[in-house]
């Protein structure tokens, strides 16, 4: 139990446009999602924190209205990447908790989106 | 704030050897939670282990061994008789009660056939 699924897992998007990336929790509801980004060769970064139904809370330093987070419903989170730039290329990989798992503090982690902004 | 600390950038063992990849935390929170995950080359991170900070025991399982000292704020992972298998980023991780995951830098691990 306990998947998370992202979509697509690779992308290539030209610098201008915008890209959204699904996060899915497939056999259980996620109140809360997370979003991590990671360069290359670095470690995951926290994004911006997202409960279903409200707005998302940023990281310092993480812009909101580049990085678009809708999170709708109980299993499906979006990040939405607008007017990418190649700075913005990046291995993203979400997360997601619920109240009901079985240990407390969990985060089960998608498979991650490669995004590459040419 | 929360802060996970590993100093080794890279490792490199010859397979069957031992090696032990170090991570330090601090935290002002007295309930915490402690994690590990391994980084393949694919990029999925694979769970390891969760510790909260009431269990101090020691735990083995299979090869992997971890050894948590709340005194020196220490959460050591070893790996016995490594693998090639075994070749990857490992990621130490500290969870608080608002749940936000802090990340080590990682520790990449390279085993020699």
């Known amino acids: 139990g306990a998947v998370v699924s992202q979509h697509p897992s690779r992308v290539i998007c030209k610098s201008g446009t915008s890209v959204k990336i699904e996060c899915r929790s497939l056999?259980?509801?996620?109140?809360?999602m997370f979003w991590y980004r990671q360069f290359p060769k670095q470690s995951l970064m926290l994004m911006a924190t997202?409960?279903?139904?409200?707005?998302?809370?940023?990281e310092q330093g993480v812009e909101k209205d580049k990085f678009l987070i809708n999170h709708a419903s109980l299993t499906l989170s979006t990040l939405t990447v607008t007017s990418a730039h190649p700075e913005d290329s990046s291995f993203y990989i979400c997360?997601?908790?619920?109240?009901?798992?079985?240990?407390?503090?969990?985060?089960?982690f998608g498979p991650g989106t490669r995004l590459t902004v040419t | 704030a929360q802060k996970v600390t590993q100093a080794q950038t890279e490792i490199s063992v010859v397979e069957k050897e031992d090696v032990t990849l170090d991570c330090v935390y601090e935290?002002?929170?007295?309930?915490?939670?402690l994690f590990w995950y391994k980084q393949p080359p694919s990029g999925e991170l694979v769970f390891l282990i969760r510790r909260n900070s009431f269990d101090e025991q020691n735990e083995i399982s299979g090869r992997y061994s971890w050894n948590f000292q709340k005194s020196t704020s220490s959460f050591n992972f070893t790996i016995t008789a490594s693998q090639v298998v075994d070749s990857a980023v490992y990621f130490c991780a500290l969870s608080e009660v608002n749940n936000d995951m802090r990340f080590g830098a990682g520790t990449r691990l390279t085993v020699k056939p």
């Open positions: 056999d259980f509801q996620a109140t809360t």
């Open positions: 935290t002002r929170d007295t309930t915490y939670y």
């Open positions: 997202s409960n279903e139904g409200s707005k998302a809370t940023y």
């Open positions: 997360s997601a908790s619920s109240p009901g798992q079985r240990s407390p503090n969990e985060q089960y």
